[in-house]
Nanobody, 123 residues
Framework: VQLVESGGGLVQAGGSLRVSCAASTPNFNNFAMAWFRQAPGKEREFVAAITRIGSRTNYAASVKGRFTISRDNAKNTMYLQMNSLKPDDTAVYYC?????????????????WGQGTQVTVSS
């Protein structure tokens, strides 16, 4: 599965941004999907995940209540709506696909990854 992220950019603290992930496969609804992020000098960390049909989601504690993950299987696209952004949210955001279908927080469960999109939050 080829994944391409878009929508990153520069935003002020307290602002909002939506990033998207477009998948090349016609079988998009066979995959659970997730967002991870990696800040400079830090390890990649889990952000949010969603099941194949969007019936269940999973969030990291640091973003719960501020970020919303969603998907549109008709468009083979996943989204991450980010509100109340903080400078600590600055990172490269990656989307990933899990053929196992579980909205796992473990990066090892995801077999396909995008190239990432930069999100920078200024204070």
């Amino acid at each position: 599965v080829q994944l391409v992220e878009s929508g990153g950019g520069l935003v002020q603290a307290g602002g909002s941004l939506r990033v998207s992930c477009a998948a090349s496969t016609p079988n998009f609804n066979n995959f659970a999907m997730a967002w991870f992020r990696q800040a400079p000098g830090k390890e990649r960390e889990f952000v949010a995940a969603i099941t194949r049909i969007g019936s269940r989601t999973n969030y990291a504690a640091s973003v719960k209540g501020r970020f919303t993950i969603s998907r549109d299987n008709a468009k083979n696209t996943m989204y991450l709506q980010m509100n109340s952004l903080k400078p600590d949210d600055t990172a490269v955001y990656y989307c990933a696909a899990n053929p196992g279908g579980v909205p796992s927080s473990s990066a090892t469960d995801y077999s396909s990854w995008g190239q990432g999109t930069q999100v920078t939050v200024s204070s």
